[in-house]
């Protein structure tokens, strides 16, 4: 039997030997790399840490002792040392959560993958434990250097270090990058720490004068009291010793991929008795050859690959909506020299790679610091620029305030691009992007868009950019592009008509790519005599006065929106129809308000009842319940078989 497989729980490290620690790492590794591999998933973050969490659960005694993980995408490890080992159906429906899940386990506490809050968690809990007599449990934090780019690590700071009267323990995951490298000032200065010459020269000849004069106690000593000769390296080679500016006690840097100096580090971090900042430098992917030459992300979240070689184990050859919309920026941006770029440690990711490339002038990472972003944009739209903002929907709302009082109140012409919007699938409730539609459609002067596929992405776009006096959004999901739907007419104020029925019975509002699922619920209801009219709105808020024209022609309005049903578009088109005076029945369909686990799209969707059979048979039964005539052709199928509820709002 493995050691691995001998591990169910953390005090099974006790036993093991230092040589036996690192076989387990190397165990983990081959483990990782197998079954990561297969599912897909966060494969560089986790091989970076393997030491690091090996020692953090032989020094502190989780769950006693709280181990927080910023992010929380590097804890699979930290997952398979507390008996989760099997990884079969990791990300799946019924299988373990890519990051942490109370749920799942004791040793899980904080469960959002939004980044830089850990710090704020660790000072809540050992707050706690102190007013509430458990002073002698420890409160551990991991956060990366990509983390502390974030403003809430320093608000935090701030705060801890206001009271030492704790058992709090700051590890620091240096690895030189977020999801790609990490950017500013705070990245320069770790990466001085790290690189120094005179740093590392002094230390390397500090340790053996220790060796020689005084052998292994020596050594020990040296090891203990290490923290403070590196405060005073660093003073020497950085010229500021920024921790100690924080009367925060500073230990490090230590070799994150040694397990005995990590645990040796860690236990005088435990000792101290005040909050102490354990500094610990890694190698994203370290042990994995294909992870390491990843120049862009070192794998920091995978498909499925091919184990030996890191290659995708199959590839598309379809577009993405990203892609589409890096392809199109690229375009803009020659003509109109005035668009700049701007995201939150996701260069990348949201597409605006080759605008960077392009134009490497023209392209803010800020790092992970959203409010930043939108506030500078604003900042950057009163000097005369159209900032494209370009950020995954869920980490906007980070950023509410400043969309709100920063850009709209001052109706500066910001465009944000909103890339995974709506269900994302296998990264669980804090990565759906289901809530951007309800918080933004109640921001005074701002306009939403939603295309239905790539060529209404890059039309909407232009539109979008050429807007300077208002914020604007451009809203799609992750994955492949949509197939082209074409229109059958575009009316005067851009909405476009898809599907026109024998009669004006039902009108389908599809936002974005539901606009598909529009016309397959068209489809049945045309089978059973029902007349539908979909439409796509293309821009959703304000609503359209066509909307409005069409609404009061049909005897029933079906909205559907990847988003919140529940204050979501739907509610905004019957609240405009109301004030319309007009009395038309609005059923609105979306997503519950309901944290959703991680599972696939479609099976998400399914849950939600945002099927076209469900749909369709929901609709037919209050058709026929409010006694709307319909011409029922000869030889109409029957109702769709269908089970259980769908989710859905209806208001008169």
């Known amino acids: 039997m493995s050691l691995l497989e001998g591990i169910s729980g953390p005090r099974d490290l006790d036993a093991l030997s230092t040589e036996q620690l690192e076989q387990l790492a190397a165990e983990i590794r081959e483990f990782l790399i197998a079954n990561v591999a297969r599912t897909g998933g966060h494969l560089g973050p986790n091989l970076g840490v393997v030491e690091l969490t090996i020692a953090l659960h032989r020094v502190f005694d989780s769950p006693n002792d709280p181990i927080i993980f910023d992010t929380g995408h590097q804890s699979y490890v930290h997952k398979l040392l507390t008996g989760r080992q099997d990884f079969e159906n990791l990300r799946s429906r019924g299988g373990l959560a890519g990051y942490p899940q109370r749920s799942e386990s004791p040793h899980d506490v904080v469960e959002s993958s939004h980044a830089s809050s850990s710090l704020s968690w660790a000072d809540g809990i050992s707050r706690a434990f102190t007013r509430t007599g458990r002073s002698d449990r420890h409160v551990v934090a991991v956060v990366g250097d990509g983390a502390l780019t974030g403003g809430m690590t320093w608000e935090a700071l701030n705060n801890i270090t206001d009271d030492n009267d704790r058992n709090l323990v700051i590890v620091v995951n240096d690895n030189g990058r977020s999801y790609a490298p990490t950017i500013g000032g705070m990245a320069r200065y770790l990466n001085r720490v790290r690189t120094g010459e005179m740093y590392r020269d002094l230390e390397s000849k500090s340790g053996r004068l220790a060796d020689r004069l005084l052998g292994r106690v020596g050594r020990a000593l040296y090891r203990g009291v290490r923290g403070g000769t590196r405060g005073f390296l660093s003073r ?20 994150g991929h040694d397990v005995k100096a990590m645990v040796e580090t860690l236990e005088l971090a435990r000792s101290y008795g005040a909050p102490v900042i354990v500094h610990a430098i890694t190698e994203k992917g370290r042990g994995y050859q294909p992870a390491r030459d990843d120049i862009a992300d070192q794998f920091h979240a995978v498909g499925r690959i091919d184990p030996q070689t890191g290659e995708p184990v199959s590839s598309s050859s379809a577009l993405s909506w990203t ?21 939150a440690a996701m260069l990348r990711p949201t597409g605006l790679g080759p605008f960077a490339e392009r134009f490497p002038d023209r392209v803010y990472d800020v790092g992970i610091a959203e409010q930043h972003a939108v506030a500078s944009a604003a900042g950057l739209a009163y000097g ?14 980070r950023a509410f305030d400043q969309v709100l009082m920063d850009v709209a109140l001052h109706r500066a012409g910001v465009t944000f ?52 006096d208002a914020p604007t959004v451009i809203r799609f999901p992750k994955g492949g592009v949509a197939d082209a739907i074409p229109a059958i007419e575009r009316l005067r104020d851009g909405v476009d008509v898809l599907a026109r029925g024998r009669t004006e019975d039902v009108l389908i509002v599809g936002i974005g790519p539901f606009a598909q699922l529009g016309l397959d619920v068209a489809r049945r209801l045309e089978a059973q005599g029902i007349g539908a009219t979909v439409v796509d709105p293309r821009w959703v808020v304000p609503v359209p006065e066509s909307i409005v024209e069409l609404s009061a022609r049909h005897r029933l309005v079906i ?7 529940v204050g979501g578009i739907g509610t905004r088109v019957r609240q405009v129809l109301r004030e319309a005076g007009i009395d038309t029945a609005v059923d609105e369909l979306g997503l519950p308000d309901a944290f959703l686990d991680h599972a696939s799209r479609e099976e998400i969707l399914e849950d939600a009842g945002l099927t076209p059979a469900k749909i369709a048979h929901d609709v037919v039964a209050q058709v026929l319940g409010t006694r709307i005539p319909v011409a029922r052709p000869e030889g109409a199928r029957g109702l769709p078989t269908v089970t259980g509820p769908i989710e859905r709002s209806r208001r008169h």
């Open 417 to 468: 691009v909103l890339d995974r919007a709506g269900v994302t699938g296998p990264d669980g409730p804090s990565h759906h992007g289901m809530w951007d539609l309800a918080l933004l459609h109640i921001v005074p002067t701002i306009r939403i868009a939603a295309p239905r596929d790539a060529e209404r992405l890059r039309e909407e776009l232009r539109e979008a950019v050429a807007i300077d």
């Open 236 to 255: 020497l080679t950085n010229n500021r010793a920024l921790y100690s500016q924080l009367d925060i006690k500073y230990l490090g840097p230590v070799d």
């Open 384 to 397: 005369g620029l159209h900032p494209v903002v370009a950020l995954y929907s869920t980490f906007l709302n």
């Open 559 to 565: 909205t559907l929106e990847d988003g919140l049903r």
């Open 323 to 343: 892609d589409v919309f890096a392809e199109e920026l690229v375009a803009v941006g020659e003509s109109r020299p005035e668009v700049i770029a701007m995201t």
